[in-house]
């Protein structure tokens, strides 16, 4: 266990080493800034875009209708079964004087009784159903597929568009954004690296005298520890700070000037996007920063 | 104190820097190593610090085998030990105070000890009044002394200099030497690398001589 004094003397240093090497610690808090900074808008856009999928996900249906001949009991007792299925968020039994309520709603609404002649004889009696929400549409398919394998499933409706489309969109941008990133975290990591590589050769001196001296490891490698992770963390909490402040801005920018997409889209607030944004960026900026270094120290650094 | 068996050295395979080397150096002793370049003389001081790893033989240094040391232990080991070079290597961004207290805060002594213990060490090599003053703004002769005084600030029982009056004047060198004699009273083993001839005689002391990595002579002072 080392003293405080030790610690305290370990990150003076590792401020030091930025304030010699100002160019390099600048061009390193710049990448990891804008990379941290790319990935804070990939994030918020695929934050916002699965509280959009997920919105419509809510409202995309699979609609199951069942043999002339089975009793409700038996229609329930199905039902019960597909309930069991993970992909099965939320189901609701139409029975066919349901379906004849709400079909008299849609269209006789005002004419009421055009449709008095049908009260003794349900046109309906055939549509009980089950509306099933799923919990992600891209297990739509299995769930048809096992629906469909049931005895007494007549008919199952499903939109394979809606479905597909906004499960591929999903994919393809998180495939993007990750692959965007990955490669935007390993320049990052490439210019940390090169900033504590000068910084070793401007102390190289210091860190001979300080080996014969007989510094331990550990006080020989702490102030590039620090200075990666510093680097880490002020290039995370630059672009933080600009996202936070231009977040809003651009929501209420949208809002305004795209009036059209109020119906269709629903932005998530600031706090909840930056709920797991800080974490995330602080742990990959400092994670980065510490990584950065311990490559060039175990590269550079005959300790 | 420090005792080398049968110790050689090669860098590369068959020229031996160091060629069956057998010393003995007793506790509180003085001993010039002299040979021109090319010797062995600073190969034998990096096996010292165990900078470098010998291709034969034994080290043992305060009781320690040094082939037995592990790499853990190296840091705890050089703390027994003094160093100071020719070059002075100081660091050129601190003052004289910083230099010598940055010997203290590496091997982690607290701000209190460093406090008390830099000003007493910058009286004893005579630069108390200049400790606030830059080592470029110092002669040769005073920055070899913040040298010494770093060296010496952890209380190493041995102190080994390689070729510490190489860049000094006449003057300077023997403030130096004698500087060094007077450490060496106060019981620190000293090692001094030299081809100074002219400072070796005078101050007869033992004089171990080597010649293309071969110990050529061990002479004592007659007493």
């Known amino acids: ?86 992909e099965v968020k939320k189901m609701v039994y139409i029975s066919p004087e349901q379906a004849w309520e709400d079909y008299k709603e849609k269209y006789f609404e005002g004419n009421e009784e055009l449709s008095a002649g049908f009260e003794e004889d349900n046109p309906l009696a055939n549509s009980a159903n089950y509306q099933i929400y799923l919990n992600d549409v891209s297990k739509q398919a299995s769930l048809v597929k096992y629906i469909k394998q049931q005895d007494g499933v007549r008919q199952v409706n499903k939109s394979d568009v809606v479905a597909n489309t ?33 910084g070793i050769n401007v102390r190289k001196d210091e860190i001979a005298i300080m080996k014969l001296i007989g510094a331990t490891d550990f006080l020989v490698r702490q102030p590039f520890i620090i200075e990666g992770i510093l680097i880490g963390l002020v290039g995370s909490l630059i672009p933080l700070g600009i996202l936070y402040f231009m977040y809003g801005k651009i929501i209420a920018y949208i809002m305004e000037h795209f009036i059209f997409l109020n119906s269709i889209m629903k932005f998530l607030p600031a706090n909840q996007i930056f709920k797991m944004l ?16 311990r490559i060039t120290i175990r590269k550079h650094l005959d300790v | 104190m420090i005792t080398l068996s049968h110790v050689s050295k090669c860098y590369t395979e068959g020229i031996p820097a160091l060629n069956d080397i057998n010393i003995d150096i007793e506790e509180g002793e003085f001993v010039f190593v002299v040979g021109n370049s090319g010797s062995g003389k600073s190969t034998f001081l990096k096996l010292l610090t165990k900078e470098l790893e010998p291709s034969e033989g034994t080290i043992t240094v305060n009781g320690v085998n ?24 100081l660091l050129k961004d601190r003052n004289v105070y910083e230099n010598v207290a940055f010997a203290q805060r590496v091997i982690e002594k607290s701000p209190r000890q460093i406090k008390k213990d830099v000003p007493l060490m910058l009286s004893t090599v005579g630069l108390a009044a200049k400790y606030r003053s830059n080592p470029k703004q110092l002669s040769g002769g005073e920055q070899q002394r913040v040298a010494i005084a770093r060296a010496l600030i952890n209380k190493p029982k041995i102190l080994l200099a390689d070729e510490p009056t190489g860049n000094l004047d006449p003057d300077n ?31 007869k002391k033992r004089v171990i001589t080597l010649k293309k990595g071969s110990l050529i002579s061990d002479e004592r002072p007659v007493v």
Request: hydrophobic share 50%; glycine share 6%; net charge positive.
């Open chain 2, 66 to 89: 040094l082939r037995k040391l592990r790499r853990k232990r190296i840091p705890m080991y050089r703390r027994n030990i003094g160093m100071v070079y020719q070059d002075f290597r």
């Open chain 1, 1 to 86: 266990m080392h003293k405080i004094s030790t610690y305290l003397y370990t990150l003076k240093q590792g401020i030091i080493n930025i304030g010699k090497n100002k160019m390099f610690s600048l061009a390193s808090v710049a990448t990891m800034a804008a990379c941290i900074f790319l990935f804070g808008i990939f994030y918020s856009i695929v934050g916002n875009f699965k509280n959009i999928v997920k919105d419509a996900e809510e409202k995309v249906a699979i609609t199951v209708f069942f043999n002339e001949d089975l009793t409700e009991d038996d229609i329930k007792a199905i039902g019960d079964r597909i309930g069991k299925r993970s």
């Open chain 2, 173 to 203: 060198a023997w403030d130096i030497m004698s500087l060094l004699d007077n450490i060496n009273a106060r019981g620190t083993t000293v090692v001094v690398v030299t081809h100074n001839m002219e400072i070796v005689k005078a101050m």
């Open chain 1, 166 to 198: 906004l499960s591929d969109f999903n994919k393809l941008l998180g495939y993007i954004s990750a692959a965007i990133i990955i490669i935007l975290l390993l320049v990052a990591v490439f210019l940390i690296s090169n900033t504590i590589t000068v």
């Open chain 1, 278 to 293: 800080t974490p995330i960026s602080l742990a990959l900026g400092v994670g980065i920063g510490l990584l950065g270094s």
